[in-house]
């Protein structure tokens, strides 16, 4: 039990830095031109560090002991936050050093975010890991709920949003403590020790993983329907915060708590998770998810005021959570713990390699098309793909 609370309370503190680079970096961007394009570069910038981890990084976490992979990822990102600090405050802020510091900071972040994934999965079986991540999903849901609400009033307190990253650095070093001392209770398999030879071997395990799953039809079929919903969520997400301050013209104060009340909807969902699902539920649970969120941007068009926004954020944001975690928890059933690490960095680069694309045509057809226009078009197709999932939910079984 005091396992659980002093991960959660690494989970807690990791969220909270998260959340606040995350607005630091996607607001200054934002605001150097008002162009839903900036946030759309800085946001791929950032996937396409994930996708060069995902590439390079998948069986190293297979081969080696996760808690000394974790512990320099998280000691080297603590300076880098202080470095983009420091950077910030002596340099006129740009777009392209903006993308710098966030392609740097995902680097280090997606690393540490797949050490994470894969020690609960390999630690964790069956309903157990279900209802765990269901508790993880809770605790990191009520962080999101303070979180962008504490940042939209940091923003608006400090002269530099900079230095929002100070505080972000205190987290991150109160979770690296806290994964420090129970990453070995949680390591199950063993590891070996680095060499020339077993970096080698590691370096190609993604890349075999993708080998294997691009040999196999039910695999490709599959993984096209969940690139595919990834690929419109992640673009939903990204342009919420221009959608509601270029066409609804709604502050920067009222997007903290339409983030928040997205985060409510995450609370929710972690109790739905932990207590409702199991694992033969979690294939019919990804289609409903799916068809809500479509429904959810569908609506967005039929906006009337700062509370139908509550409401639609409320809907969008659970199911997109939801989502993610279920699809994550679907893929984990099919894979050994042997290769967890490597298959599951495959199934994430051949994600946000997808996601990547879409991102950066869809920050280009806001500003052209507009807001509305696109969240319709992008709502009608999750619900036609919610019908895909529901079809071929089933063809690993």
């Not at 650095?169 to 949680?186: E, G, K, N, R, S």
């Amino acid at each position: 039990m005091w396992i659980k609370i002093i991960y959660l309370i690494g989970i807690c503190a990791m969220n909270f830095s998260s959340i606040l680079y995350d607005f630091t970096f996607a607001i200054t961007a934002f605001h150097l031109t008002d162009e839903a394009k900036n946030g759309a570069i800085v946001y791929s910038v950032g996937y396409l560090a994930e996708i060069l981890v995902s590439m390079g990084f998948g069986g190293f976490l297979d081969a080696y002991s996760k808690r000394t992979l974790f512990t320099i990822a998280m000691i080297s990102k603590v300076f880098l936050f202080i470095f983009v600090f420091i950077f910030f405050n002596k340099i006129r802020v740009s777009l392209a050093a903006i993308s710098i510091a966030a392609f740097l900071v995902d680097l280090i972040s997606h690393v540490t975010h797949l050490t994470n994934l894969v020690s609960i999965a390999t630690c964790y079986h069956g309903e157990e890991r279900i209802k765990f991540n269901g508790l993880v999903l809770t605790i990191s849901g009520i962080m999101r709920i303070s979180g962008p609400i504490l940042a939209s009033m940091f923003l608006s307190y400090f002269s530099q949003p900079s230095y929002m990253l100070l505080i972000a650095t205190l987290f991150q070093f109160i979770a690296m403590c806290a994964y420090y001392y129970i990453m070995p209770l949680m390591e199950r398999e063993k590891t070996i020790p680095f060499s020339t030879q077993s970096v080698s071997h590691a370096l190609r395990g993604t890349v075999i993983a993708l080998q294997l799953i691009f040999a196999d039809l039910k695999w490709i079929k599959l993984l096209l329907i969940h690139v595919s919903t990834a690929t419109i969520l992640a673009i939903a997400t990204l342009l919420l915060f221009p959608l509601f301050s270029k066409i609804y013209h709604i502050s920067d104060v009222e997007i903290g708590v339409l983030r928040s009340i997205g985060a409510i909807g995450s609370v929710a969902v972690g109790v739905v998770l932990g207590s409702v699902f199991t694992t033969k539920k979690l294939s019919t649970g990804i289609s409903i998810t799916v068809f809500i969120a479509g429904l959810s941007l569908s609506l967005f068009s039929f906006y009337s005021g700062f509370y139908s926004a509550m409401c639609l954020v409320f809907l969008f944001q659970s199911s997109c959570t939801l989502f993610f975690r279920t699809a994550s928890l679907y893929f984990q059933t099919f894979i050994p713990n042997e290769v967890m690490g490597s298959w599951w960095a495959a199934i994430d680069a051949i994600e946000r390699l997808f996601s990547l694309g879409g991102i950066l045509a869809g920050g280009y057809i806001f500003d052209i098309s507009g807001g509305e226009l696109l969240y319709n078009i992008l709502g009608a197709c999750l619900i036609v793909i919610s019908i895909l999932w529901f079809l071929r939910n089933r063809s690993l079984a």
